[in-house]
């Protein structure tokens, strides 16, 4: 469905391409930077100007207290299920920089 002021906006922008405008704007002819994840990059922007953490922080810091409870744990039964659990964070930290990298 389109904007019910879609034509209005067309045609003010027809209105002022017409008087110039858009004439010699910084960066005219010149290629876009680059973007790796267009269909995300409006999101992207949003999160990190939100302040917002990406999954790969908070995964980090669930990682920091596995550590903390292994180099205190003694059993060692429980020491194996830490280390992999900690095995299974790190891979998640992995994949979740590059998603956010992209």
């Given at each position: 469905m389109d904007h019910p002021l879609?034509?209005?906006i067309n045609a003010r922008i027809a209105e002022a391409e017409?008087?110039?405008a858009f004439d010699n704007l910084e960066g005219a002819g010149k290629p876009l930077p680059p973007c790796d994840d267009p269909e995300n990059a409006l999101i992207n922007r949003v999160i990190r100007e939100n302040g917002a953490v990406?999954?790969?922080v908070t995964l980090g810091r669930e990682l920091r207290k596995l550590?903390?409870?292994l180099a205190e744990?003694?059993?060692r039964t429980?020491?194996?299920?830490?280390?992999?659990?900690m095995s299974m964070l790190?891979?998640?930290?992995?994949?979740?920089?590059?998603a956010f990298a992209r």
């Open positions: 879609l034509d209005l017409k008087d110039g990406p999954e790969f550590r903390e409870e744990e003694t059993d429980r020491r194996h299920q830490l280390l992999k659990d790190e891979a998640r930290i992995d994949l979740s920089r590059k």
